[in-house]
DNA sequence: TGTTAGTTAGCACGACTTGTTGATTAGCAG
DNA sequence: CTGCTAATCAACAAGTCGTGCTAACTAACA
């Protein structure tokens, strides 16, 4: 994701107000290697700016979204989850609490058989699941 | 997922009654490399056995996976899909389409670099987007 | 044959996300 | 500064996917 700054820019550009609904999302997704739902995104901007809805925190996030500036990652448990960090990465998660990290597969493109002829690859993505050292350490 | 007879066997020993209804899930499954749906699986149990209920497709579905027998695919796009193959396998899915091909990625376990430390990967799901042939055909 | 699990219809609910409406606020171009 | 208009908000509804529940009926299996 671009910086805050640039983000103002690009918005003026297309035309969308820069509103303080749309800066504060901007500033708690910059940098944000949380993978934050919608809801707890929400959360945490209504602690700073009391009042501002769950609806708008979602209409920011599809924008960001369309315009390539998040990802968003379902992970197929429950609510989709917003990643700023657009890099060429992928996750491992948490099956226990949830947890999501960045990792980097250097081996990519990943070479594959099977029954698919003429299939043209636009993207990979790679979901690690296990359990993470501190679930590890509590279950001990 | 095993054979419709060795799925009657089972469930005989797990004490589930050998239903009609079952049965022919099992029958519906067996080989079926469509990845399908709760809903479009049981669309075509229900030309078999008119009357059968989508409830009874699910509550199904879930007993198998919960053996084992079948594994449940959540790509992010809709519904839930399910998978009699359970072999280590990933898959390819045609964004135009929706189609899910079974492919075999031989690199694996993959090896990943990032902030990680301790993490125990238990599975790895490799999903690859795209085009499929006939779909980049008609779009030619 | 009897017990009991399974099935069914029907309705509801829950989670997540989007749509709508109508009133209010405020960004920003002129 | 002013005015146009987008954005926000509250409130409510709706849609999708899946599950829960009940009550009545059916049928598997001991
Ligand atoms: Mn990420
Ligand atoms: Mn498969
Ligand atoms: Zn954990
Ligand atoms: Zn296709």
Redesign the pocket.
């Known amino acids: 994701m671009k910086t805050p700054e640039e983000l103002v820019a690009r918005?003026?550009e297309q035309?969308?107000?820069?509103?303080?609904?749309?800066q504060l999302i901007f500033r708690l997704l910059d940098g944000n290697t949380a993978h934050p739902?919608?809801?707890t995104l929400y959360e945490v901007a209504a602690q700073q700016?009391p009042?501002?809805?769950?609806?708008?925190v979602?209409?920011?996030?599809?924008e960001l979204s369309a315009m390539g500036e998040v990802q968003h990652i379902?992970l197929g448990s429950?609510?989709?989850r917003f990643d700023p960090n657009v890099d060429d990465h992928h996750h491992v998660v948490c099956s226990t609490c949830g947890v999501v990290h960045d990792v980097y597969v250097n081996q990519t493109p990943l070479h594959f058989e099977g029954d698919v002829e003429g299939f043209a690859v636009h993207s990979t993505r790679i979901v690690f699941s296990g359990e993470c050292a501190q679930c590890a350490h509590l279950s001990a």
Chains 1, 2 share one sequence.
């Open positions: 918005f003026r035309g969308y107000k820069v509103t303080p609904q749309r739902t919608a809801e700016m009042g501002i809805s769950l609806r708008t979602y209409q920011t996030l599809s379902d429950g609510a989709v």
